[in-house]
Structure formats: structure tokens, C-alpha cells
């Protein structure tokens, strides 16, 4: 009796060889066929020997057909191997380290240097640090990034974490809701991205002072330093640039991905750097283009994911209060003097002079 398997790979068998025999007649490398018009399999889609004809076909070429699906018409795409290998690979693997490693080094960071307090003192007067408008604008892009993060770091970790831990039922039903949360707040993402930059670009633009903070390590390493800074120091302003660049980057690999087979971001991104010398392939096959979108999405991801572990930890445990500009909007007195002195100086400096000349 013929086993259920065999059965199974009979008929799979059977269904690529009609889908070979019916792609080479539309291809026209029907090498029976062609040879005997003594032409060469392949030559009106210019390919002039085998070795191209299995090369073309290889990459994912569908050549011509009447299939209305061209990517179901793809027979084999030996770069499906690579980018399996290169995702479950490096990338996982230098992903992993990186997040991590970043919260064995604040660890670390904490164990030695403590909570970083204020040095004066809270004062119990209070300045004004974000309007409700910032701080949703911040809640909107964290909160959205949180459980983009979760639920991505799901897709690369989570058979391996998860899976074992839920077992498959509670892992899939986990697994099926995060793919919903991540596809849809990936739009909340975005809008928070695009309004914070539009409200805090005018304070990141680098300036003589950040060579300063920076040269003073921001003062993290020493108690009682304070280097100079205005509303945000260099450390935010390399947070700021980071996740909007990054973020920027990963919504466009995203949509690329949610809107799979529409955008032809590489080949346009490869056009427009072989403009300035490089030589990076611009024919490249759905497939593929899919395939480097994934890649890069995970890769930006992950750096940046690494980035927020450590902004998260300065904005809450690591430094007394600092969340407090998120939460309230408001800051201690003798916080902001200690982490933005020429800030402090240019709201006071505003108030006088609307006390001096008060409107009309
Ligand atoms: C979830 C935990 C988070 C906490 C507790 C937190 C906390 C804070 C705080 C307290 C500030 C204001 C710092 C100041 O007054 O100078 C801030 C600013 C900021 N946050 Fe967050 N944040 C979080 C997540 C995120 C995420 C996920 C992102 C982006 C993906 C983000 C992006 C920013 C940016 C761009 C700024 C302005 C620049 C800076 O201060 O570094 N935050 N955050």
C-alpha cells in the first residue's frame, strides 16, 4: 500500500511537472521544440546558451506567461537560500547580541554609577518642558515602537523563545494578533515619527556646545559635571536624528513589505547610487526585492531597537527626574539647570522680557 507521504509527493511531483512543461512553452525554451527550428532554448528573451537559460530561471524568472499570478509561475530562486541564511544567520545572531548586550551594559552602567540624581537637590519649583501636544506626540511614537518591537522581535525570536514556553496553540494565537497589532500601528508609528519631527527638528540642529557636552561624556561618567546644552544636549540629538532616520527607514522598508511587489525600492535606491559610481544590480526579481526589504527592515530595526533600550533608560530609571518632562511636562528647577542651563536661561530670559512688554 502507497503510503499517504508518497501519495503527497506523487502529486506535488506531477503538478511541477505540468507547471515546467507549461512555463518552457511559454518561455520558449521547450528545448525539443526550439532545436529542432534550430533555434537556442530561451534566445527571444536573449538568452543565447543553456547555462543563461538555467541562470535566468534560477533567479526567479518567470520569462513570459499566461499565468496571471507571474510569482506563481517562479520555479526555483536560489537567492531564497541566501536570505534564509542571512536572516536566520547574522542578522539574528548580531541582533540578539546587540539588544542584549546593550542591557547587560546598562547593567553595568548602573551597578557602578547608581542613579544619576540631582545634585542641588529637587527644588520644588517647577519650568514647563513639553506641552500635551509633545508628550502625545512622544506617547504615540514610543507606545507604537514598544509593541512594534515585541511583536517583530517575535517574527525572528520567538519559535525559538516563545513557542516552547506558550506551546503552539497559545504561540499561534499570540503570534496571529501580533502580526495584526504590527501591521496596523505600524500607520500610528509613522504619524508619531512625522509629528515629533516637525515639533522638536528646530532643536536638534547640531551646534558648537554639543562638542562640548560630548567632550565631557555629558557628564554621565562624573558626578557634579554639568557640560553646557540647551533644550536638547548632543546625547538627545543623536537619539533624535537616529530614530527619525532609522524610523523614516524602516516605514519605507515596511510599506515596501505590506504592500508586497509595488514599490521597486531597491532597484530605485541601487539606480540612484550607481549615479554616483556604484554597481549594484538594478534587474532585480520580485522575489528579490522582497527579500533585501526584509533583511533591511530587521537589520534597522535592530539597531534601533538597541538605541531606545538605552534612551528608555535614561528617561526613566537611570536619571531622577527626567521622566517627569514626559509624564507632566514639568521638570524640577535644579534639574534642568544641571542637564540644560542655556535652556533654563532662554525661558527666563523669554519671560522677562513678555513681563516688560506685555500685550496690548
Ligand atoms: C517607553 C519608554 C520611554 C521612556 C520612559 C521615554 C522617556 C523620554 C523622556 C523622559 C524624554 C524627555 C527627555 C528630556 O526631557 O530631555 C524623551 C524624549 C524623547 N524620546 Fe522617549 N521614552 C521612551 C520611549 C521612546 C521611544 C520608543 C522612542 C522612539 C522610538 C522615543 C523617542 C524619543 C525622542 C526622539 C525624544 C527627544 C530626544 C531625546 O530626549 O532623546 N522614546 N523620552
Avoid: C
Avoid at 12 to 29: K, M, Q
Avoid at 255 to 269: C, E, H, R, V
Avoid at 312 to 332: C, F, P, Q, R, T
Wanted: hydrophobic letters at 50%; glycine letters at 10%; aromatic letters at 10%.
Amino acid at each position: 500500500m502507497l503510503s499517504s507521504n508518497l501519495i503527497g509527493n506523487r502529486v506535488i511531483g506531477f503538478t511541477l511537472a505540468i507547471l515546467l512543461a507549461f512555463l518552457t512553452i511559454n518561455l520558449n525554451v521547450n528545448p525539443a521544440a526550439a532545436q529542432s527550428k534550430g533555434e537556442v532554448p530561451g534566445q527571444a528573451l536573449g538568452l543565447n546558451s543553456d547555462a543563461d537559460l538555467w541562470r535566468f530561471i534560477r533567479n526567479g524568472n518567470s520569462g513570459n506567461t499566461q499565468l496571471k499570478d507571474e510569482l506563481a509561475a517562479v520555479m526555483i530562486q536560489s537567492e531564497g537560500d541566501n536570505w534564509r541564511a542571512v536572516r536566520n544567520g547574522p542578522v539574528s545572531v548580531y541582533g540578539a547580541i546587540g539588544v542584549i548586550g546593550i542591557i547587560v551594559l546598562l547593567a553595568g552602567f548602573y551597578s557602578w554609577r547608581g542613579r544619576i540624581t540631582i545634585d542641588a537637590g529637587p527644588s520644588g519649583k517647577t519650568i514647563e518642558r513639553f506641552g500635551t501636544i509633545d508628550r502625545f506626540a512622544h506617547w504615540l511614537m514610543a507606545g507604537s515602537f514598544v509593541i512594534l518591537a515585541i511583536t517583530g522581535l517575535n517574527l525572528l525570536y520567538g519559535r525559538y523563545t516563545l513557542l516552547p514556553l506558550l506551546g503552539p496553540e497559545a504561540y499561534t494565537a499570540f503570534s496571529i494578533a501580533g502580526k495584526y497589532a504590527h501591521n496596523y500601528l505600524s500607520f500610528a508609528f509613522m504619524a508619531g515619527l512625522a509629528l515629533s519631527f516637525f515639533l522638536w527638528v528646530k532643536h536638534n540642529i547640531p551646534s558648537k556646545v554639543d562638542i562640548e557636552w560630548l567632550k565631557a561624556g555629558g557628564g554621565l561618567f562624573k558626578k557634579g559635571v554639568h557640560p553646557p546644552a540647551r533644550k536638547f544636549n548632543a546625547g538627545q540629538k543623536i537619539i533624535f536624528w537616529a530614530v527619525m532616520l532609522g524610523g523614516f527607514s524602516i516605514s519605507l522598508s515596511g510599506i515596501a513589505l505590506l504592500f508586497p511587489f509595488q514599490t521597486a525600492m531597491f532597484a530605485k535606491t541601487f539606480g540612484v547610487l550607481n549615479m554616483i559610481g556604484f554597481d549594484l544590480p538594478t534587474a532585480l526579481t520580485a522575489l528579490q526585492e522582497q527579500q533585501l526589504n526584509q533583511l533591511w527592515h530587521g537589520i534597522v530595526s535592530l539597531v534601533l531597537m538597541t538605541i531606545i533600550v538605552a534612551h528608555i533608560y535614561i528617561g526613566s530609571v537611570g536619571m531622577e527626574g527626567a521622566l517627569d518632562a514626559m509624564n507632566s511636562g514639568k521638570v524640577d528647577r535644579n534639574w534642568a539647570k544641571e542637564h540644560h542651563g542655556l535652556w533654563v536661561k532662554e525661558v527666563d530670559e523669554a519671560a522677562k522680557t513678555a513681563k516688560a512688554s506685555p500685550a496690548e
